[in-house]
C-alpha cells in the first residue's frame, strides 16, 4: 500500500480539525504540506448543530450549510476550499495505530501516513449503554448522536415514528436539547435521569427549577432518580419498552441516550503523558512528546485563570485550542514568541425559546437573580457563583449580547463582593457596571 507523507497531519475531522486547518492557512501553509485524517466522510462541520437545527422539521440545517467555520461567524469551508488551500482531506479514513517514536499513523485498511508534525483532535466517543452491558441495548432505534451520520438515522426514524413516544436517557446537553427537538417534532416524550436535577454538572437546583418546570409546560414528562436497566424489543428488534429501575416500564418508539463522552486517546495510551483523563499538555498545546500537539476534548491544559488543569469538552474550547495549537507550530517555526493560552472556559445551550450562556467556574456559593418563572412569556434570570469573597462564574438565560459580553467579563475579571443579598438585589446590574 502506498505510504503518504505530509509536513502537518491533523488526526481527527471535527470541529477542532476545521478550525486548525482554517489557522494554517491564515498563517500561510504550502499546497501537500497538510492532511486532515477523518474517520467520518464529510469535511469539518459544526458539530453543535446536530442536536438543534439538524433536528427541526422546518428550517431543517443540512450540510453544506454548517461545515467549519459558520459557529462564530466565519467563512464556511467546505471541501473545495480544502482544495484551493492545497490542503488533503483524507476522509472515510479510520487510523487504528499511531507510532509516535517513528511518527507513522495506520489506517483500518492498512494504509500509513508519516508527519513531521502531529495535532491529535481526536474528541470524544459516547458512553453506550452497551459498555455496561444493558439488557436490550443494542435494539433497533436506540440512538446516540455523536457523527452526522447518527442524526441521519435519528431523522429518519422521527419521520418513520410520527407522533410516536420517546425515552431520552440522560439530563444533561443531550438530554435537554434533544427532548426539546423531538417534541417540535410532535413526539411525546419523557426524559429520564438518576440525579435529583438536570444539568447536575453546571445547573444549581434553583437554575435546573426552571428548565424542568419550562419543559414540564410543554409536556415533556420528567423523570428523575432512576435509571434505565433494561430494553424490550417487539418482533421486527425495534425498541418498544424501557425498563427503569424504579420498576416502572415506558413505552418507547424512539430512545435516545446522552450519559455523557469520554475522549478518543486509545491510540496514545502509553506514549504521551496523561492527566485527569487526557492528554496533558502545555499551554500551547504541546504534549510530552515533542513535534506532537493535542487539542480539543482530549487535551488536559493549564487554565491560567485558576491556576490549574483542565479538561473541556465544549465547541468553543476545541476551536480555540485549535488554533493556538497552529500559532504555536507556526512562531516555533518562524522563531518568534505567542502569548499562554488563557481561556474563559465558556458553555451555552439553546433549546425551544430558551437559550442560555455561561462563563467562568461554578463553585461556591450562589446567588440567583431574575425573573425565573417558567410560565413567563419573557423570561430572564441567572446566577452568580462566589468564591472566596470574588464572583467567579455568572450563567445567564435570555441575555442580550450586550448583556452576554458583560458576564463574560465579569468572569474574567473576578469582582470582589461583600454582600450576597445587595448582588441578589442588583442582579444583571451588577454585571452592567463591572
Not at 455561561?358 to 452568580?384: A, E, I, Q, W
Request: charged letters at 25%; a neutral charge; glycine letters at 10%.
Amino acid at each position: 500500500m502506498v505510504e503518504k507523507s505530509f509536513k502537518y497531519v491533523i488526526v481527527g475531522g471535527g470541529v477542532a480539525a476545521g478550525y486548525a486547518a482554517r489557522e494554517f492557512a491564515k498563517q500561510g501553509v504550502k499546497p501537500g504540506e497538510l492532511a486532515i485524517i477523518s474517520k467520518e466522510a464529510v469535511a469539518p462541520y459544526e458539530r453543535p448543530a446536530l442536536s438543534k437545527a439538524y433536528l427541526f422539521p422546518a428550517g431543517t440545517a443540512r450540510l453544506p450549510g454548517f461545515h467549519v467555520c459558520v459557529g462564530s461567524g466565519g467563512e464556511r469551508l467546505a471541501p473545495e476550499w480544502y482544495k484551493e488551500k492545497g490542503i488533503e482531506l483524507i476522509l472515510s479514513t479510520e487510523i487504528v495505530k499511531a507510532d509516535l517514536a517513528t511518527k507513522t499513523l495506520t489506517s483500518a485498511a492498512g494504509a500509513t501516513f508519516k508527519y513531521q508534525i502531529l495535532i491529535i483532535a481526536t474528541g470524544s466517543t459516547v458512553i453506550r449503554l452497551s459498555d455496561f452491558g444493558v439488557q436490550g441495548a443494542d435494539a433497533k432505534n436506540i440512538f446516540y448522536l455523536r457523527e452526522i451520520d447518527d442524526a441521519d438515522k435519528l431523522v429518519e426514524a422521527i419521520k418513520a415514528k410520527k407522533n410516536g413516544k420517546a425515552v431520552i436517557v440522560g439530563g444533561g446537553y443531550i438530554g435537554l436539547e434533544l427532548s426539546a427537538a423531538l417534541k417540535i417534532n410532535n413526539i411525546d416524550v419523557s426524559m429520564v435521569y438518576p440525579e435529583p436535577w438536570c444539568m447536575p454538572r453546571l445547573f444549581t437546583a434553583g437554575i435546573a427549577a426552571f428548565y424542568e418546570g419550562y419543559y414540564a409546560n410543554k409536556g415533556i414528562k420528567i423523570i428523575k432518580g432512576t435509571v434505565a436497566v433494561g430494553f424490550t424489543a417487539d418482533s421486527n428488534g425495534e425498541v418498544k419498552e424501557v425498563k427503569l429501575k424504579d420498576g416502572r416500564v415506558l413505552e418507547a418508539d424512539i430512545v435516545v441516550v446522552g450519559v455523557g463522552g469520554r475522549p478518543l486517546t486509545t491510540l496514545f495510551k502509553g506514549q504521551v503523558e496523561e492527566e485527569k483523563g487526557g492528554i496533558k499538555t502545555d499551554a500551547f498545546f504541546r504534549t510530552s512528546v515533542p513535534e506532537v500537539y493535542a487539542v480539543g476534548d482530549v487535551a488536559t491544559f493549564p487554565l491560567k485563570l485558576y491556576n490549574e488543569l483542565r479538561r473541556v469538552e465544549h465547541v468553543d474550547h476545541a476551536r480555540k485550542s485549535a488554533e493556538q495549537a497552529v500559532k504555536a507550530i507556526k512562531s516555533i517555526e518562524e522563531g518568534k514568541t505567542i502569548d499562554e493560552y488563557d481561556y474563559l472556559p465558556y458553555f451555552y445551550s439553546r433549546a425551544f425559546d430558551l437559550s442560555w450562556q455561561f462563563y467562568g467556574d461554578n463553585v461556591g456559593d450562589t446567588v440567583l437573580f431574575g425573573d425565573n418563572d417558567p410560565k413567563s412569556p419573557k423570561p430572564k434570570f441567572g446566577s452568580y457563583w462566589i468564591n472566596d469573597g470574588k464572583v467567579v462564574g455568572v450563567f445567564l438565560e435570555g441575555g442580550s449580547p450586550d448583556e452576554n459580553k458583560a458576564i463574560a467579563k465579569v468572569a474574567r475579571v473576578q469582582p470582589s463582593v461583600q454582600n450576597l443579598d445587595q448582588l441578589t438585589e442588583e442582579g444583571l446590574s451588577f454585571a452592567s457596571k463591572i
